[in-house]
């Protein structure tokens, strides 16, 4: 996700191109040449610091009114010291950033010799100079040449760091496992030593770059949960979702805690992730905090480990893998209509790997809405909503003739070519529904500097910029090289605010003698869990040890009868609806119409952005799309994804967004491999197959809330009379008010009485 860390410097690695790698940095002056523009003030001297990296050589100066200057080395002309602390690198490019710390289009000067002079200040010129010296020399080399040197380089560099042990926040602690790996968050890799104690997670960068803490740690006991993930299609992740421990747990939980809500992790090897998870699970310790806010005559105390922890961590990281038989729970629940179309679609994504921390595999959500010209949006009209049969390439005819023609073409070709030919597989779409493209397409207001790190320091043209939605629209439905569809922030207000949850009136709907709330439960922890959100108690659960857990023998139910859930923090990181609004004026350019880039340019039936949000989130939880929301999950997550199914349902894409599509382990040639995962990142990755067959519908569709409280957070009981979807927290399990007149009640498909009656069979 968006890191929520406020850096104290402007550089971050966000600024090197693809590939780069950060490999030290030095206190430093710089002597700025009179003819590059940027020092105002013409001072002799600059103060800052000199950093170096693979591909280049970074000068950030003290004064944020100076831009940081990136000198490449493939375009140094000479490279030479001075003194003992001082050498002079000359230049035919020089590109500035970051000037006044603003995230504005990057300033290349090309084609004009310059001479810059650092001294180091505290440092000895030796220091600098040799590996200055190895990093240009290797930027001349052929590339393969150059790519092999310099992975030997990274994983000789890696492989050298030691864990701090002095970093530890208690002297009792015990090093239990210790690696190398990396941190992922969106467009950024950072290398590092992964560290497990018997009592905390500790990451320690190789880089202390923010100049903030050369340590990143949590508790383990406030560890909710550890996910398997893959990266770059790659069975290389893992995932730590964690909680921020309320005062009352502060207290008996020293150290500091992550400054997220999740960590992505990737490792060298699947095995090494496996040894890490194991290191990590081993401990007694690991989600004590979680269940230390259940009752202590439940659970124990805190300060005395219990077993029961460990059944609701294995819980949460099954549930979050689609393991142990929880997607069928979680699909019967939504189907009851216990769980809202937002969040199944949410626990769907995190199911199939999809994360906040990649923007390869960004959580994908699908376009409802199709009506952005008219003055008022009826939700009680199908004809506004788009086609959930079909995906985004199938909405107009025209277009999916050209498609259906080009998959027809190749297909016949790849008939004629023999087997050492070099034909890809037939496809219909050239590019895919969620990349990490799109994703910056809609987000390039929320985050400026990763648009710039994506488009190599340019936002893109005025007119391929997200303008509108009705833009938006049209282009996906009539370009043949646009068939995105839309992401969870579009239904969200980002920041998930801290409201009771209470369970009213459960009736107890039953499969056979089982009720579902403990499935509810296990939705809720989850869902929530990835998104750190604070929940109070939840009353009145009347799971009487009958709960569907309970038929699952190789775990008991983890959540008491009392009915009370782990509070969590907001997530921070999401940006609201200002992805929508133009809040830092950054200078987008001007349209062909003449018309700035400006905010966003809000349909006629949206008053303000967070109105759009509203009556987008309305119109997620309306009948048309939960009668219908099953096709589109068959498209994306179901069985339509691959296979015969796919060609049929005009869903098939380039081979490598697939998983399974390659086989990394048996390629041999570096350069290939690093090519084939620019590749699969660029395409974007389709989520993991979670259903084989035919996705069953919704039963209950309730009415579709009220957007002017779709995103309130009172009580439950009046939000239940509305919608189980009118609110971002799960109204897990809760009925409808027994005052509740039959023209509120959800509707209830395929016989039997109505959510609030019990038997559903």
């Given at each position: ?51 170096l990296c693979t591909k280049s050589i970074f000068f950030e100066p003290e004064d944020v009114r100076i831009p940081i200057v990136r000198l490449e080395f493939a375009s140094v002309l000479h490279l030479e010291a001075d003194s003992m602390q001082s050498c002079t690198v000359g230049v035919n490019k020089v590109t500035k950033m970051k000037a006044n710390m603003a995230d504005a289009p990057y300033v290349v000067e090309r084609n004009k010799s310059s001479s810059w002079g650092f001294t180091l200040t505290y440092a000895r010129l030796d220091s600098f100079m040799p590996l200055a010296q190895e990093q240009l020399v290797i930027s001349r080399l052929p590339t393969l040449e150059r790519l092999v040197l310099q992975d030997a380089a990274r994983r000789s560099r890696e492989d050298a760091a030691q864990f701090d042990s002095s970093r530890l926040v208690e002297f009792s602690e015990v090093l239990m496992w210790e690696g190398p790996a990396v941190q992922l968050s969106p467009l ?574």
């Amino acid at each position: 996700m968006f890191s929520r860390r406020k850096l104290g410097k402007r550089f971050s690695l966000l600024l090197l191109e693809d590939e780069e790698d950060y490999v030290a940095d030095w206190v430093a002056s710089c002597k700025w040449p009179s003819s590059v523009a940027g020092n105002w003030q013409n001072l002799g001297s600059l103060p800052g610091r000199l950093r170096l990296c693979t591909k280049s050589i970074f000068f950030e100066p003290e004064d944020v009114r100076i831009p940081i200057v990136r000198l490449e080395f493939a375009s140094v002309l000479h490279l030479e010291a001075d003194s003992m602390q001082s050498c002079t690198v000359g230049v035919n490019k020089v590109t500035k950033m970051k000037a006044n710390m603003a995230d504005a289009p990057y300033v290349v000067e090309r084609n004009k010799s310059s001479s810059w002079g650092f001294t180091l200040t505290y440092a000895r010129l030796d220091s600098f100079m040799p590996l200055a010296q190895e990093q240009l020399v290797i930027s001349r080399l052929p590339t393969l040449e150059r790519l092999v040197l310099q992975d030997a380089a990274r994983r000789s560099r890696e492989d050298a760091a030691q864990f701090d042990s002095s970093r530890l926040v208690e002297f009792s602690e015990v090093l239990m496992w210790e690696g190398p790996a990396v941190q992922l968050s969106p467009l950024i890799r950072e290398p590092g030593r992964l560290a497990v104690t018997d009592q905390r997670v500790y990451f320690q960068p190789l880089h202390n770059i923010s100049g903030d803490t050369p340590v990143r740690s949590h508790p383990l006991a406030a560890v909710a949960a550890l996910v398997r993930r893959r990266s770059s299609l790659q069975p290389v992740g893992l995932e730590l979702f964690m909680i921020n421990p309320s005062l009352e747990l502060k207290q008996q939980l020293t150290g500091p805690v992550w400054d997220a809500p999740s960590a992505f992790l990737t490792f060298r090897s699947e095995a090494d992730r496996e040894a890490a998870r194991a290191a990590l699970a081993a401990q007694p310790t690991l989600g004590m905090a979680v269940s230390s806010l259940m009752p202590t005559s439940t659970l124990g105390n805190l300060n005395q480990p219990q077993h029961p922890h460990s059944q609701q961590l294995v819980a949460a990281g099954q549930l979050l893998e689609a393991a142990g038989g929880w997607l069928q729970r979680v699909m019967m629940a939504w189907q009851l209509g216990k769980v809202s179309n937002f969040d199944y679609l949410l626990y769907l994504n995190l199911a199939a790997g999809r994360s906040f921390n990649d923007l390869a595999q960004w959580p994908v959500f699908p376009w409802v809405v199709k009506d952005y010209k008219n003055a008022v949006l009826d939700l009680g009209n199908d004809s506004v909503f788009r086609d959930l049969k079909k995906p985004m390439g199938a909405q107009t005819e025209d277009r999916l003739r050209i498609f259906r023609q080009r998959y027809h073409d190749m297909e016949s070709i790849a008939q004629h070519t023999d087997a050492a030919g070099d034909m890809p597989k037939p496809f219909m779409y050239g590019t895919h529904y969620s990349t990490p493209g799109y994703v910056m397409f809609w987000l390039v207001r929320a985050a400026p500097g990763h648009m710039l790190r994506l488009q190599a320091g340019k936002f893109d043209a005025p007119d391929r910029l997200f303008n509108s939605l009705q833009d938006s629209w049209d282009s996906a439905t009539s370009s043949t090289t646009d068939v995105k569809e839309l992401i969870p922030e579009f239904y969200m207000l980002g920041m998930l605010r801290p409201a009771p949850l209470r369970m009213t009136q459960l009736h107890g709907l039953k499969t056979g003698q089982k009720a579902l709330c403990c499935t509810a439960f296990a939705t809720a922890y989850v869902v929530l869990a990835a998104f750190n959100d604070p929940m109070a108690k939840v009353t009145n659960c009347y799971c009487h040890q009958q709960c569907c857990l309970h038929d699952a023998p190789m775990l008991a139910c983890p959540w008491p009868t009392t009915g009370q859930l782990p509070p969590y923090m907001s997530l921070l990181s999401m940006p609201g609806a200002d992805f929508l609004v133009n809040g830092s004026q950054l200078a987008f350019g001007m349209r062909q119409n003449g018309k700035p880039v400006n905010d966003v340019v809000l349909p006629p039936w949206a008053t303000t952005p967070e109105n759009l949000l509203a009556k987008h989130r309305a119109a997620l939880e309306a009948p048309y799309v939960s009668a219908n929301l099953h096709h589109w999950i068959d498209l994306i997550f179901g069985y339509k994804q691959t296979g015969p199914a796919a060609v049929e349902a005009d869903n098939v894409f380039y081979h490598l967004t697939y998983e399974g599509a390659v086989d990394t382990s048996k390629i041999t040639g570096l350069q290939e491999l690093k090519a084939l995962e620019t590749q699969i990142n660029e395409f974007g990755q389709t989520p993991k197959q979670l259903f084989s067959h035919l996705h069953p519908p919704r039963l209950v569709q309730p009415p579709a809330p009220d957007p002017a409280t779709v995103f309130s957070y009172g009580d439950t009981q009046q939000a239940a009379a509305t919608s189980t979807g009118s609110s971002t927290h799960l109204l897990a399990a809760a009925g409808p008010p027994a005052s509740s007149s039959s023209s509120s009640k959800p509707r209830l498909k395929g016989g039997g009485e109505d959510a609030a009656g019990g038997s559903i069979c």
